[in-house]
């Protein structure tokens, strides 16, 4: 798969992060961006069962905006993985981040996660 990437347990989504501020109108409304966003996110990941009652994650996310907020990234990305992988993102007890600025057009999400 040509948007899937794997070295080192980690999977990369040739995607470009979205931020929280661009998922909501008001309160309760969600945008079509955050609709979209999540449906490219569910046809890239990879198929994987989740069994473990706590959960470390580990996170790049790839961004050409200075001005994108690293945990606005996070929860985005971690509310579409806990969708698709039928988790409580109440289980994650660690969390490895780290953000990386990139070229315009080469946006990406690195993510593993773990038993702990």
Do not use: H
């Amino acid at each position: 798969m040509d948007n899937l990437w794997y070295a080192f347990n980690m999977f990369r989504l040739k995607i470009k992060p979205l931020s929280l501020n661009e998922c909501y109108r008001g309160r309760r409304f969600k945008t079509p961006k955050l609709e979209s966003f999540k449906k490219k996110v569910y046809y890239l990941l990879p198929k994987k069962n989740i069994t473990f009652k706590k959960i470390k994650v580990m996170y790049i996310f790839g961004v050409s905006s200075k001005n994108a907020d690293g945990d606005n990234l996070i929860k985005v990305f971690q509310d579409a993985l806990s969708e698709k992988y039928a988790f409580n993102d109440k289980q994650i007890y660690k969390w490895e981040v780290e953000k990386v600025d990139v070229p315009k057009g080469s946006e990406f999400i690195e993510f593993d996660i773990m038993e702990m």
